[in-house]
């Protein structure tokens, strides 16, 4: 894979129904109803909903037999409402549910940490080689049926690994890792390829970016090294809603959608399911129109590891680079220099070409170096590459040179081994400007240098929602890569730079890279949620929003529930009809509460806690 020049991985071509998917068909979008599956006109309705907001394919729970039956007369209500769009069936714990299912969905999936291992419950268990030989038999033996079945019916297979419902048997021999997560996956893989069925698409999800990013990208080595070219389906599960939901999914999808991997995407809000639709097909478009772009010339640096990358080694500039957490830097060239969000105070403004007598003086300053008053203190200025002899002169502790990969000549390269305090802010206007920051940073550790990179991202969007996304996607290789110093977005539309500003914090704390307002870990819901999970997602944010740092898991039921939300400081998990359970990290702390009495109870446990 070339890390500079866009192109998307080559993958089998899989039938599902009338939307095949791999090979050269573009990238598929879908998303999943959250109604009861016994409730077929409410399904139907739903899916015409996704389906008219463009969505290729309509997924479904089917947790019992009853329900896998109904997707029988779902699927012919969506044909009488003229579509043909496949169903995709969604099956957890149980084998027998999926054989049903086989027969009345163009696709099932199903996830190896429970399909024949039980739920997991976090208990170690030690296997020799023999007992563990026996136990993936059982597997075998289970599946062979199963597929069976889906050539019978030419049905599709989606193996879905999940983070939070990795296996026992797994957790125990791999650890909570992304090796655990790949294994899970090709132990399937192998049985459904020495079955000669190719009918597959693999996922591998989580809710934390870096883990579902990096663990993506090791199954799809391993997939290679063992001759397999299934595609892919990508997702952030538990993304959340609003702003956060959209930001977190485009870093994570969009950083590997920038590798050209993936297949079919679906960005998982706790919103309507429908409402998933246009930020799919957004993401989607802005990544793969960097196809066919001017090449890019680099080499990757020796150090980079693509599987295990860690933050690249920078000296530090007061408070940029080294083990820092990434700085924000926006911008105040004209209008109100005011303006801020009380809780995402940028931590540099750039006001241009000159200091303006109404600045904020509490936030430190940049302006352009030939108007840089050097007797101001926490003002700093900003060079090009056209001025580096003014740079050497300069007596600023601190500098920032504006600077693109072309520009990255052997004058500039002299200035950055001399001037260790100056702190590179990246630009390009590349179409691939995620290649072309790729290429810069990894130059620089080709050559030796340890100067901190800033990525200066430039955008002219009118609606926070299309800035939202396609910063977050632009940035979100560069952060999981660890190539990321600091972010400075700035935006020449109507979006307020304070919104901008909010926007900044966010993708960062997206990539885990700095965190600055309370996680909600919360699931888009589906037919096996037993309460109105907006309306819940709602109120606790409302009451916790304030508070900073702080995870928050608000799932719908026990599927992925405790595993996905294990590093969330509390849970709120459907335990069943009108019931809730609470959990304090990993811990249960009450069981089965009324639905009514459960949002209360939590913010008591928070309160109790926090001093909230």
Request: hydrophobic letters at 40%; aromatic letters at 8%; charged letters at 25%.
């Amino acid at each position: 894979m070339d890390l500079f020049n866009y192109a998307r991985r080559k993958s089998l071509e899989v039938r599902v129904g009338a939307a095949p998917l791999g090979g050269e068909h573009p990238i598929r979008i879908q998303s999943m109803t959250n109604r009861s599956t016994m409730d077929t006109a409410a399904c139907v309705r739903q899916a015409v909903r996704i389906i008219e907001a463009g969505g290729d394919y309509v997924r479904l729970t089917a947790q019992g037999t009853r329900e896998a039956e109904n997707l029988k007369q779902i699927n012919a209500g969506i044909r009488a409402a003229g579509y043909d769009t496949p169903l995709i069936a969604d099956v957890h714990f149980n084998p027998h549910v999926a054989e049903v299912a086989a027969h009345y969905a163009e696709a099932v999936r199903i996830n190896p940490g429970n399909y024949v291992d039980p739920g997991r419950t976090f208990k170690r268990l030690d296997y020799t080689d023999e007992e563990y030989a026996r136990e993936i038999e059982k597997i075998r033996t289970r599946l062979l049926f199963f597929i069976r079945l889906c050539k019978e019916n030419r049905t599709a297979v989606r193996i879905g690994v999940n983070h939070g419902s990795l296996s026992d048997r797994i957790l125990s021999r791999y650890g909570d890792t992304p090796a655990g997560m790949v294994e899970s996956c090709m132990e399937f893989l192998r049985i459904f390829v020495e079955a000669h069925f190719e009918e597959v698409v693999v996922s591998i999800k989580a809710s934390n970016t870096v883990i579902m990013v990096r663990t993506v990208r090791l199954l799809v080595k391993r997939m290679e090294e063992e001759g397999m070219h299934f595609p892919l389906h990508l997702g952030v599960t538990e993304a959340g809603s609003g702003e956060d939901g959209r930001i977190k999914s485009a870093v994570g999808i969009g950083a590997l959608l920038a590798d050209g991997l993936g297949d079919t995407i679906r960005v998982s809000l706790s919103e309507a399911p429908e409402a998933e639709i246009p930020v799919a097909l957004k993401l989607r478009d802005y990544m793969v129109g960097r196809e066919g772009h001017p090449y890019i010339p680099a080499k990757e640096a020796d150090a980079f590891d693509y599987l295990n990358p860690s933050r690249r080694k920078t000296i530090p500039v007061q408070d940029i680079g080294g083990d820092r957490q990434p700085v924000v830097i926006s911008e105040r060239i004209a209008g109100d220099r005011r303006e801020f969000h009380a809780s995402f105070r940028p931590d540099y403004i750039y006001y241009g070409r000159q200091l303006p007598a109404d600045r904020d003086e509490t936030v430190s300053a940049i302006v352009d170096a030939d108007g840089w008053p050097p007797d101001r203190p926490q003002v700093y200025p900003a060079f090009t590459p056209d001025h580096l002899i003014a740079l050497h002169y300069c007596t600023a502790d601190l500098k920032f040179l504006f600077l693109s990969y072309m520009a990255l000549g052997e004058e500039v390269l002299a200035a950055l081994r001399r001037h260790r305090e100056v702190v590179i802010i990246a630009q390009s206007d590349h179409p691939n400007r995620v290649g072309e920051f790729r290429a810069l940073v990894h130059e620089l550790m080709n050559e030796g240098l340890t100067n901190p990179v800033v990525f200066f991202q430039h955008y002219r969007e009118q609606e926070a929602e299309d800035l939202q996304i396609k910063a977050a996607a632009d940035m979100g290789v560069l952060m999981i890569d660890g190539l990321c110093d600091g972010l400075f977005l700035f935006n020449q539309g109507v979006v307020p730079r304070s919104a901008v500003d909010e926007i900044a914090f966010g993708i960062l704390q997206g990539g885990r890279l700095r965190i600055s307002k309370t996680e909600y870990i919360s699931c888009p819901g589906c037919g096996r949620t037993l309460y109105n999970l907006e309306e819940t997602v709602a109120k606790i944010r409302a009451a916790t929003s304030h508070l900073r740092g702080l995870k928050i898991g608000i799932m719908g039921c026990v599927v992925n529930g405790p595993g996905e939300m294990a590093d969330a400081d509390y849970g709120y998990v459907g335990a069943g009809r009108g019931k809730v359970s609470l959990y304090r990290k990993k811990v249960c702390v009450e069981k089965n509460i009324p639905q009514e009495e459960a949002v209360e109870k939590l913010l008591r446990l928070i309160r109790k806690d926090t001093s909230l």
